[in-house]
């Protein structure tokens, strides 16, 4: 499925990901930018740009803001979204208690991460991009250390929590509750 607002267009991965790679130079600037969805999967199509956002310090959201503001991004309820040169872009804002369920969050397709919480739930937990909490306990997070490789590879805890072994970006895509349902039985310990 494409980006809502650009009524479903799916673009070519070579273009969206020469466009990702742009703006994540640009993001990680002033903080840490992560990308996620069809582009971190590798789709043949994509449509749209899938980013978490990490501010490193106080003046990083401020100048994300601006970054925002200069390119017609505009807030939506928790992601800051716009179109880019025909592309959709969404960006998730994430702190460094939870930039790991986040990237996790960002990198499943709709189908995956619904799957994935319902594991979760199945196990007495609940996991969404705020994190993977018992109770009121956080179980993943916060990131040891604020560099892109640590938060990368910290993202495997999700999947160790849960009980299963780390998942490749590319078996993440789901075009149905069924296929997602598959690929988390296929990486259960």
Known sequence: ???ALVD????????????ANTITHQLDEFGLSFVGGSVARVMETCGDIDIVFLPVDDNSLAKFDI???????KQNRTIRRGVVEGIQIDIWIASKD???????????SGWFNGALRSRAKRMGMKL???GL?????????PCNHIDKMSITLQENEVFETLGMTFVPLQER???NSRQAFGIISRFTK
């Open 1 to 3: 499925m494409g980006g």
């Open 8 to 19: 479903g267009q799916r673009n070519p991965y070579g273009k969206t990901v020469r466009l």
């Open 67 to 73: 970054w925002c503001e200069e390119r017609d991004i």
């Open 98 to 108: 939870n930039v790991v369920t986040y990237v996790n969050f960002a990198n499943g």
């Open 128 to 130: 969404s991009q705020n």
């Open 133 to 141: 909490f018992r109770e009121e306990e956080l179980l993943v997070g």
């Open 173 to 175: 895509s789901a075009e």
